[in-house]
């Protein structure tokens, strides 16, 4: 039974190709070797076996220089991410304090200047250069501030809040309940002033 069973599952030896280094079945050696030697070629990049009519398009799309058409500098092709996103001198960035996009060339020397720009802290009632206003905002108000018509008030509120009592500023006093109270007095006086003089009309008739 055991030698029937071995005579049924024979082990089966491999040989090396010469021309692509794989296990090949001892039996199907030199049929292989004939057809990968004629057919088949090793890409000195990667190592793949390509087959000899493919190798001009595999070198094409896997592993020629490609030519930015940013700096117009050769770039092999493993390196073009690389190149595209970070080392490319004509790749275009956002300016940090005001979005303007520049060429990577001119980029520092753009925000080396607009860096320098200020703008006015309504809470410290100061100008304050762009370049510094997150670590300013962080250190005396502990988030940025957003300027903005819709918080007009919180900034006004926050700017009091930064003086001492003897030196808050003086905010204007609303007149607009004022004026409508004054009105209706007004209408009010007009309204007795119209009864008074039709009752005294009416005395005057009758008499």
């Known amino acids: 039974m055991a030698a029937a069973a071995d005579s049924a599952d024979p082990v089966i030896t491999t040989a090396t ?4 280094h794989r296990e090949v079945p001892s039996p199907n050696i030199a049929l292989h070797s004939a057809h990968c030697a004629r057919n088949l070629q090793k890409c000195e990049h990667c190592g793949y076996m390509v087959p000899k009519k493919l190798m001009d398009e ?3 799309e896997n592993h020629a220089p490609m030519i930015c058409s940013l700096c117009q ?3 092999q092709r493993e390196l073009w991410d690389l190149h595209k ?4 001198p004509q790749r275009m960035l956002a300016c940090q304090y005001c979005d303007f996009e520049l060429p990577a060339a001119d980029i520092y020397e753009h925000q080396d200047v607009c860096g320098n720009r200020t703008e006015y802290c309504q809470p410290c009632r100061k100008y304050v250069r762009l370049r510094e206003q997150i670590g300013h905002d962080i250190q005396f108000h502990s988030q940025p501030i957003v300027a903005s018509e819709s918080s007009s008030d919180r900034s006004t509120l ?3 809040e930064s003086y001492p009592a003897e030196e808050q500023p003086v905010r204007p ?7 409508r109270k004054q009105f209706l007095v007004t209408i ?3 309204g007795i002033s119209i009864l008074v003089g039709s009752v005294l009309l009416k005395k005057g008739w009758l008499s």
């Open 85 to 88: 996103g970070l080392q490319c």
């Open 17 to 20: 190709c010469a021309h692509c």
């Open 173 to 179: 006093k609303h007149t607009h309940g004022l004026q």
């Open 58 to 60: 595999h070198y094409d």
């Open 73 to 75: 500098k050769t770039v």
């Open 158 to 160: 926050e700017e009091e």
């Open 188 to 190: 009010v006086i007009a």
